[in-house]
T-cell receptor, first 117, second 119 residues
Framework: NAGVMQNPRHLVRRRGQEARLRCSPM?????VYWYRQLPEEGLKFMVY????????ESGMPKERFSAEFPKEGPSILRIQQVVRGDSAAYFC???????????????FGEGSRLTVL | GENVEQHPSTLSVQEGDSAVIKCTYS??????FPWYKQELGKRPQLIID?????GEKKDQRIAVTLNKTAKHFSLHITETQPEDSAVYFC??????????????????FGKGTHLIIQP
């Protein structure tokens, strides 16, 4: 059973370009979370999604950032017109949909490290 | 929303000694408290967790204690080894919110503790 898969692992963008980060949850998981980790800081919640539904985006910046989790395919975090302050590691995590199987643990991917030049 | 404070930000201990990391939380409804370990350049991984219906849980050299009244919980690592060097994050959540329609922000993390084991 493959874990949470994220790609790309590393992404370099120039200011003003777009960044797309992809996340495939673990098999059997239907909850997806995106977290941002700045150097020397903790993990900041951004958004929580289920298939075709954004449940909670209270941690997402209002502009330039969007997320989706389509019926088919991975979840995508999209950052438009990137700025240097967007440089960070972006982690995706998943958990099971089945309440009986959900212990509360989040399973993290290896992260996507975005560098904005 | 929930707010989790974690101390210290950096902890250096001699190999073989014990390490203690402390966290406080703000939302008395939180009932799940995991600890994640993140090695340099790697993903955070769960090492131990505790629920609000118990006060202490132990797994070999790692233990976690919870004081619901004071809203704080701690990670204890005994007989530290070089491979314990990493960043440790505490977190708090209300897992049942996922299913009650109340929305959820997943886990709220502390800012992390960089644990350094000195040989």
């Amino acid at each position: 059973n493959a874990g949470v898969m994220q790609n790309p692992r590393h992404l370099v963008r120039r200011r003003g370009q777009e960044a797309r980060l992809r996340c495939s949850p673990m098999k059997g998981h239907s909850h997806v979370y995106w977290y941002r980790q700045l150097p020397e800081e903790g993990l900041k919640f951004m958004v929580y999604l289920q298939k075709e539904n954004i449940i909670d985006e209270s941690g997402m910046p209002k502009e330039r950032f969007s997320a989706e989790f389509p019926k088919e395919g991975p979840s995508i975090l999209r950052i438009q017109q990137v700025v240097r302050g967007d440089s960070a590691a972006y982690f995706c995590a998943s958990s099971p949909l089945d309440r009986g199987k959900n212990t509360g643990e989040l399973f993290f991917g290896e992260g996507s490290r975005l560098t904005v030049l | 929303g929930e707010n989790v404070e974690q101390h210290p930000s950096t902890l250096s201990v001699q190999e073989g000694d014990s390490a203690v990391i402390k966290c406080t939380y703000s939302d008395s409804a939180s009932n799940y408290f995991p600890w994640y370990k993140q090695e340099l350049g790697k993903r955070p991984q769960l090492i131990i967790d505790i629920r609000s219906n118990v006060g202490e849980k132990k797994d070999q050299r790692i233990a976690v204690t919870l004081n619901k009244t004071a809203k704080h919980f701690s990670l204890h690592i005994t007989e530290t080894q070089p491979e314990d060097s990493a960043v440790y994050f505490c977190a708090a959540s209300i897992p049942d919110l996922l299913y009650s329609g109340g929305g959820a922000d997943g886990l709220t993390f502390g800012k992390g503790t960089h644990l350094i084991i000195q040989p």
